[in-house]
């Protein structure tokens, strides 16, 4: 593109701010096309895909090796306040403005009995955590979270035990947080110091219990029922609560979609939203295949485009005028520690586990992600990066401080400038073939309607003659 055209281009996209990817800068022979085909963007102000919601950049904390304990909370730490809640990170989290974060798992919440973590520390027991074979004091709880939530200015997503646990005890727990006073457990919470109510409003049906992994692993209709179950008794303490029902594990699980449309038979009138998980890998063949890595968002998509059939099957047998929208609640790049010691706590408090170290090829994945998960905002409405501190995590602690991994960028950069409305764009690029996927296109875009954006620059592919326009710009 010329100066003169380039600069008509970026008038005619004023209102518009745009965040694209490539998987120009890595790969095997990329170029399918002559190095010459220009990329095209077509911007169309008026084009909206939709408001992008805000809760589409949220993230993770499981009680899991040290997210909680060493994480954001270490009692013993110079660096942590008078709650034990540690400073820094309290501050990079307030900073980085995560608007919702998923607790207390994960594979966890499927064995814990959420009246462990509540009342005087004293009283609270050390239990083994069977899905991470760790110790958990319990010392961290439900309004230790929610108070560390309000702490740092972002919104809970609560998980609850669909596999040890009742539906009345997942009802407990919401009159526990969200009922005044005057009932059992309200009471109960006031008796604790805490006076107010939480008024949590999003909470996650169970976890991935279509996976064998899973404590409290169960059919396809059996938990749907049991969702069912849980939502009505939920609901009736408090009307007002956005749920989310288990989807299925992601693509790999032999029940994929089949599980998504029988547990919405059993319970669509009663949630509204399916939750959907994936981590990427790039472990094949050794040294990784960075060509395939890098078009995987493109398997995200299909995921989301998949998921969103089912739903809409399912409102449509059901007649129901209702639209589920999609929870994304675990995505992420996760292979390096994923087995062995790296998921064994070995019966220890805090122990090292998914310690992912994330390199640059992983950081340009997780943009591509976000670049969709921004594309389909229609319908996906909240998503977390998977997780939040340590733990196959952006931000990393020690006894000295914290640092932050490359997959912390791309994220930030979301979280600052995926503002508006995502705009549906034309995009023209050469593309690349790899097995399984059709054609990859070597740029790929977002733009959101938005004011005040500038441009950053353009980065060259180091392998071709060529410069491509508008990398990673925003304009
Ligand atoms: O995020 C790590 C684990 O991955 C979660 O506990 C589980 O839900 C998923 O399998």
Not at 41 to 68: C, Q
Not at 73 to 91: H, I, T, Y
Not at 316 to 327: A, E, F, I, T, V
Not at 438 to 450: D, G, N, S
Request: charge should be neutral.
């Amino acid at each position: 593109m010329s100066t003169t055209s380039r600069r008509r281009f970026l008038q005619h996209a004023s209102t518009a701010g745009l965040a694209c990817s490539t998987s120009l800068l890595f790969g095997r022979s990329l170029s399918a096309h002559p190095a010459s085909e220009p990329v095209r963007i077509y911007v169309d102000s008026k084009r909206t895909i939709s408001p992008i919601d805000r809760n589409l950049f949220g993230s993770f904390l499981e009680h899991l090796g040290r997210a909680i304990y060493e994480g954001i909370s270490d009692p013993g730490s110079k660096l942590s306040d008078s709650n034990g809640f540690r400073k820094d990170v309290m501050e990079e989290i307030r900073h980085l403005g995560v608007p919702i974060i998923r607790y207390p798992g994960g594979n966890f919440v499927s064995g814990y009995n959420w009246l462990d973590g509540v009342g005087p520390k004293q009283d609270r027991p050390r239990v083994l955590d069977r899905a991470w074979n760790s110790l958990n004091s319990n010392q961290f709880g439900t309004n230790e979270f929610l108070a560390w939530c309000k702490a740092v200015g972002t919104e809970p997503l609560m998980g609850l035990n669909l596999g040890t646990g009742t539906s009345e005890q997942a009802a407990d727990l919401v009159e526990y947080c969200n009922v005044s006073n005057g009932t059992r457990w309200s009471d109960l919470r006031r008796k604790h110091g805490f006076a107010e109510p939480h008024k949590v409003q999003r909470w996650c049906l169970g976890n991935e219990m279509d996976g064998p992994w899973q404590i409290g692993h169960m059919s396809a209709t059996d938990y749907g029922a049991k969702a069912a179950d849980a939502a009505r008794q939920m609901r009736y303490v408090d009307p007002s609560l956005k749920l989310v029902a288990c989807g299925s594990s992601g693509p790999g699980m032999p029940t994929y979609l089949e599980w998504d449309r029988e547990v919405l038979e059993q319970c669509y009138e009663y949630v509204d939203g399916l939750s959907l998980h994936r981590y990427f890998e790039n472990a094949e063949p050794p040294g990784g295949d960075s060509a395939k890595f890098l078009a995987m968002n493109l398997s995200m998509e299909r995921q989301i485009a998949e998921t969103i059939a089912v739903c809409d099957l399912v409102r449509g047998h059901k007649r129901s005028p209702k639209k589920l929208w999609l929870s994304f609640d675990e995505w992420n790049v996760w292979y390096r520690e994923r087995r062995g010691d790296a998921v064994n706590g070995h019966g220890k408090m805090a122990p090292h586990l998914l310690e992912e170290i994330y390199n640059l090829e992983d950081a340009l994945l997780v943009g591509g992600l976000i670049n969709s998960l921004v594309r389909n905002s229609d319908r996906v409405k909240l998503a977390c990066l998977a997780q939040l501190v340590n733990v196959i995590a952006p931000i990393m602690t020690n006894a000295e401080g914290l640092f932050r991994q490359t997959i912390y960028y791309p994220y930030s950069w979301a979280l600052q400038f995926a503002r508006g409305a995502a705009l549906n764009l034309l995009v023209e690029s050469s593309t690349y073939d790899v097995p399984g996927f059709e054609r990859v296109p070597h740029v790929i875009a977002t733009f959101q309607t938005l004011t005040n954006w500038k441009s950053i620059g353009k980065i060259t592919h180091p392998r071709a003659s060529r410069t491509p326009q508008c990398l990673l710009a925003r304009i």
